[in-house]
């Protein structure tokens, strides 16, 4: 009996064996499970922090650019009291009398005045001051005064937030340099100001800049805008695209048109200003260009083409969007609207009578009546007592 028991009992412990092993495998399989766990929630408890680090630090920011623009005007008003009362100083003294036997001539150069002694008058005695020949104080402080109430009076320009689209990052770049990073303000203000006009995708590139401090954060943050949106061959290509592809123009599509050359001006606008205008002035972009105009003006085009080679002249972007925008406006006028137009329906023919004399004549509809059984005639005499006449 032992000898064939020894069987089970082997059976038995490799069973138990393999059980342990799958248990072991299966704890470090949820140990490895919790710390992958942990790390994550590690991460995302630390770019939490990071969120609300960098929006303390915006706050922050703003608040320290509205106390510096108070000051700026606390300041400002202060100088112009100083002017105000100064003048009025000036104005006083100069209406006192002296008792010198010499007469005095008060000078104005540079803005500083010069006491300069002159020959004695024997018939007065009192010194002759004479008036400065530059403008008074009072009147520059009155023009300040003026400039800084339509300064704060006016509406202050908006602008459009940025949200990676690679059409409207030239726009948003010059409205930001122009009503904001030209302004007299630190470059920690203007890196909260750029993170806070963008949106989106644009945002999420930059929003970490906050984190590296004032100059160092701005300049990192519109060296990240460029590279991603605002590469040159990127933005021609996209403006481009824009006037490309398209449907061809139908004949006498004004709305068509204008939406082409609004395009048209666009792009060549941007992309001048980048200095990126090869790709807009090839041969292949405008032949692209000429099919999707109707047929009559590919016409014109082909002419206005051929006559400016003949004066040595190259067909360029610039004078094709001009042609585009002049036949725009006259297909969208009164006239040009017009034309393939029909005729009212209800006007007069001239129709020969059997004289051989012309007439005007025109068609009259006469109305229908109802006919039924029975009608109804009143008396023109009396209309109380209707008659009734069956047909």
């Not at 704060?152 to 770049?173: A, C, Q, R, V």
């Amino acid at each position: 009996m032992s000898v064939r028991s020894r069987p089970v009992s082997v059976r038995s412990s490799q069973s138990a064996a393999s059980s342990l092993a799958l248990n072991a495998a299966q704890a470090r399989a949820d140990l490895a499970v919790a710390k992958a766990r942990a790390e994550f929630n590690r991460r995302k408890a630390e770019a939490n922090r990071a969120r609300i680090e960098a929006e303390v630090e915006m706050d922050r920011l703003q608040i320290e650019q509205a106390v510096a623009a108070a000051q700026i005007r606390a300041d400002t008003l202060e100088t112009e009291l100083q002017l105000l009362q100064s003048d009025n100083e000036g104005s006083a003294l100069s209406e006192l009398p002296v008792d010198e036997p010499d007469q005095r001539v008060v000078e104005w150069r540079n803005e500083e005045p010069v006491l300069n002694v002159v020959q004695e008058d024997t018939d007065t005695k009192s010194p002759v001051i004479s008036q400065p020949s530059h403008p008074s104080h009072s009147e520059s402080a009155s023009h300040l005064l003026t400039a800084i109430g339509l300064g704060m009076n006016m509406p202050k320009p908006e602008i459009s937030t940025f949200d990676g689209n690679h059409l409207e990052y030239w726009n948003f770049i010059n409205m930001f340099e122009v009503n904001v990073a030209s302004k007299a303000i630190d470059d920690r203000s203007k890196l909260t100001y750029l993170i806070q006009f963008c949106v989106g995708k644009a945002r999420n590139s930059i929003a970490n800049c906050v984190l590296l401090g004032g100059s160092e954060g701005y300049a990192e943050a519109k060296r990240i805008l460029k590279e991603e949106f605002g590469q040159a061959h990127v933005i021609a290509k996209a403006h481009l695209s824009k006037v490309l592809n398209r449907p061809q123009v139908r004949p006498n599509d004004g709305k068509g048109l204008w939406d082409l050359a609004r395009d048209m001006r666009r792009c060549q606008t941007v992309l001048s200003q980048m200095c990126y205008s090869a790709d807009m002035n090839s041969s292949e972009t405008l032949l692209r260009i000429q099919q999707l105009l109707p047929i009559h003006l590919q016409m014109k085009w082909a002419k206005k083409a051929y006559a400016m080679m003949e004066k040595l002249t190259t067909p360029d972007f610039k004078c094709m969007s001009s042609f585009v925008e002049e036949v725009a406006k006259l297909a969208n006028n009164m006239y040009g609207q017009n034309i393939g137009g029909s005729y009212p329906k209800n006007t007069p023919k001239w129709k020969p009578n059997s004289k051989g004399i012309t007439s005007l004549t025109t068609t009259t509809r006469r109305p229908e009546v109802s006919l039924t059984t029975e009608t109804r005639l009143t008396c023109p005499a009396c209309c109380r007592k209707p008659q009734v006449r069956k047909v």
